[in-house]
């Protein structure tokens, strides 16, 4: 014979469904403050959404008409520009410094380059043009004109000369 002193627990009774129901409420609560949340969530994510690929296109609007308007300015800047001057002055060196460039005019459209220089004679003048037709700067350097100044003691020869510039 088996004797069990102790006594069996009972399921349930009064407390136990008191408890129960304040459990489920609670839990109904807040599925309904959670559903309620997550729904301004995503109204206020669409609201957002929907700012910023507007204030985005205003920005690409106001961007694309800054890099046009920059456009002259960047192909500017990509010109070889230190090279180029580098390549006029060694040039003038190289033939004994007596050419003197008094201007360079660049066409950045076109990658032109118009130099204005002087030198002692016409010679010095296409010596020097021979020379920088062997820059790697420049492509097809010619001399357009010369003049010389009979108004200066010297007589020096003006030219003018054209080249394109070497993409680098």
């Known amino acids: ?15 136990g469904g008191v408890i129960l129901l304040a459990g489920f409420a609670c839990a109904c609560a ?3 403050v959670f559903a309620h949340a997550s729904a ?9 959404g929907a700012l910023t690929s507007a204030h985005e296109h205003r920005i690409s609007a106001a961007d694309s008409s800054r890099v046009a308007d920059a456009a002259p300015l960047l192909r500017e800047l990509a010109a070889p520009w230190s090279l180029l ?3 006029l002055e060694t040039a003038s060196r190289d033939v004994g410094g007596t050419v003197a460039v008094l201007a360079v005019e660049p066409d950045r459209d076109k990658g032109k380059l118009r130099v204005t220089a002087e030198a002692k004679d016409l010679n010095e003048a296409l010596t020097y043009i021979e020379r920088l037709q062997k820059s790697q700067a420049l492509k097809f350097p010619m001399l357009d004109s010369h003049e010389i100044r009979s108004d200066d003691k010297d007589q020096p020869v003006r030219f003018q000369l054209s080249a394109e510039w070497r993409s680098q």
């Open 85 to 87: 001057l580098q390549e």
């Open 1 to 15: 014979m088996l004797l069990d002193f102790k006594p069996r627990p009972r399921f349930g009774g009064l407390l």
């Open 40 to 48: 301004s969530r995503e109204a206020l994510e669409l609201r957002l």
């Open 30 to 32: 807040a599925g309904v």
